[in-house]
């Protein structure tokens, strides 16, 4: 009894003591444990124990205040009589229902604003609700009453990987025409605020400058007046602005010149880039979008479908076959069928979509056939088969699993994705690979990839190079886009001054 008893006090006394003088070991022994120092330290005088722990406060909220810029919410009053005043700090990204990127006049009752949606938005609400139009009658606003119309959302449903957002597309179709005694206007929309709040923000859309809408009247009532339109997909990251060049070049041979070409840069594309390609934007075949801040929003692969589908709206009137694809990606026709008698074949559909054969960028030609021989012409190897993710016919595998990609008519077409086109879905034509594929040579557009780890010397006789190198074997030797990308040169020489 005597003995325990006596233990019992020991410990009694290293708590209180290492409450009192908080001793590293037993401190937080004590601390973790069910006793509580605070009721010690009301025991003790409370300047002695609060103090030490304030002191350590002290030092998180300094060493904390100097990582942040702001402090933890806390009350600013101490006063029971006055109200806890406490506020939410924001971190990360906001979720708003509507980005809009841009609006196109469709008719004269309908109208197309392309944005994003945050994901929340999308599943929860009704993100824009309603569309106003007010004509600018001689230029004022302030005579002219404004008519309402139902905003109709449009979701793309294919190729959909939702992050924070998704692309919304929104339908303004008025009842009655607006604007076409071409005064100008403006298009408003009403913008929920959240989810189940009820309130709703009333933004401006449009503004519709005087002679806007019958210039779009025009080009609806006559033959595009470009044939081909290239969209591009997100520019990001470290690119190599050669491979860029090569690929105009060889693209704008591939469509004799009538191709031009759009690409929206999120980055990827600087001053010195620009420069590169400065032939391409002088000659007036390329332009160049930014879209930087779309880093703030972030949606699946840099917001692809949601350029996309400016781009799609963009070239609805302007030309007859408007192209999706990327800039690793080399689109080719076996002769004797040219691409110009396939799109002619075919120019009721709603869509035409090529199979993808990958190349092989570990393999390179070496020493080049020719000198001056640029990379994507050293790329002479292609697998055997069309990219195929299933069972199917590799030749006709379509969408996703196919890799396959496409080109519209941009009149017939309200939303596109990557692979494949979303409404309508159906009208189009699937190609054989074998009548019209792209080649692609995945990833080389990054100026990190690593290309070309082994050389084939091409000048070694047949039955030698396949000794020498027996991985070849794996693969069909193709010189056709090496072959084509010399006659690119030839063509577009003058636009580069190469010659
Ligand atoms: C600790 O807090 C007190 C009271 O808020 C303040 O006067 C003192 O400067 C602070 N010390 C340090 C090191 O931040
Ligand atoms: C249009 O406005 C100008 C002044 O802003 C005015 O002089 C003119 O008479 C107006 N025209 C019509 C048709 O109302
Ligand atoms: C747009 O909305 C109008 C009115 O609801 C509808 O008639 C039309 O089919 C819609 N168009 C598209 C492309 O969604
Ligand atoms: C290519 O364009 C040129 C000039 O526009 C034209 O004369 C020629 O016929 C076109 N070639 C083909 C194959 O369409
Ligand atoms: C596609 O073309 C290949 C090669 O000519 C052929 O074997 C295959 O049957 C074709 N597939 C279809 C669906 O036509
Ligand atoms: C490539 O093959 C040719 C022909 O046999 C030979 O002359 C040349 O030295 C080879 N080049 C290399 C880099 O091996």
Not at 141 to 163: N, S
Not at 346 to 351: A, D
Not at 455 to 483: C, G, R
Request: net charge negative; glycine share 6%; with cysteine.
């Amino acid at each position: 009894m005597d003995k325990a008893s006596k233990v019992v006090g020991k410990v009694v006394l290293i708590i209180f003591l290492s409450c009192l003088f908080q001793w590293p070991f037993f401190y937080m022994l004590v601390k973790l444990s069910i006793f509580s120092c605070n009721a010690i330290s009301t025991l003790t005088s409370p300047s002695l124990a609060t103090k030490p722990e304030t002191s350590a406060d002290n030092k998180t909220e300094a060493s904390f205040s100097q990582q942040a810029d702001f402090l933890i919410p806390r009350e600013t009053t101490s006063d029971p009589l006055k109200p806890k005043q406490q506020a939410l700090h924001a971190h990360g990204y906001a979720n708003y229902p509507f980005v809009q990127f841009s609006a196109y006049r469709d008719s004269e009752r309908t109208f197309f604003l392309i944005g994003i949606t945050s994901v929340v938005a999308r599943d929860f609400d009704q993100p824009v609700q309603e569309c106003e139009w007010q004509s600018l009658k001689n230029g004022s606003q302030q005579l002219a009453p404004t008519v309402a119309a139902k905003a109709e959302l449009i979701y793309v449903t294919y190729d959909q990987f939702p992050r924070l957002y998704v692309i919304a597309m929104v339908n303004c179709t008025f009842e009655e025409e607006v604007g076409i005694g071409n005064e100008g206007g403006l298009l408003f929309i009403t913008v929920s605020v959240g989810p189940q709040r009820g309130g709703t923000e009333r933004k401006l859309a449009l503004e519709e400058k005087k002679g806007a809408a019958s210039d779009l009247m025009r080009k609806r009532n006559s033959p595009p007046s470009l044939r081909i339109a290239f969209c591009g997909p997100p520019i990001h990251g470290n690119i190599r602005a050669d491979w860029v060049l090569h690929w105009l070049v060889y693209h704008h041979y591939l469509w004799n010149g009538s191709a031009h070409f759009f690409f929206y840069n999120v980055g990827g594309l600087d001053d010195s880039h620009r420069r590169v390609l400065d032939p391409f934007l002088k000659g007036g075949y390329l332009t160049i979008i930014d879209a930087l801040d779309e880093k703030l929003f972030p949606s699946w692969y840099y917001n692809q479908l949601l350029f996309i589908n400016d781009c799609l709206h963009m070239t609805r009137y302007l030309s007859s076959w408007t192209f999706f694809y990327d800039l690793d990606e080399f689109l080719f026709v076996p002769p004797p069928r040219t691409l110009d008698q396939l799109l002619d074949e075919h120019k009721e559909k709603t869509f035409i979509t090529f199979g993808s054969i990958p190349s092989v960028t570990s393999l390179c030609a070496d020493p080049p056939v020719k000198a001056s021989h640029w990379l994507v012409q050293q790329f002479l190897w292609m697998q055997k088969l069309p990219h195929c993710i299933n069972d199917e016919d590799p030749w006709v595998c379509l969408r996703g699993p196919g890799a396959r990609k496409y080109a519209v008519n941009p009149r017939k077409m309200i939303a596109a994705a990557v692979h494949g086109t979303s409404w309508p879905s159906e009208g189009g034509i699937d190609l054989n690979a074998t009548i019209a594929r792209t080649y692609h040579y995945h990833g080389v557009l990054s100026a990190e990839a690593t290309l070309c780890q082994k050389k084939v010397n091409v000048s070694l006789p047949i039955d030698q190079l396949e000794k020498q190198f027996p991985e070849v074997q794996q693969y069909n030797t193709d010189p056709s886009i090496s072959e084509a990308v010399d006659e690119a040169k030839d063509f577009s020489a003058l636009l580069l001054k190469l010659l």
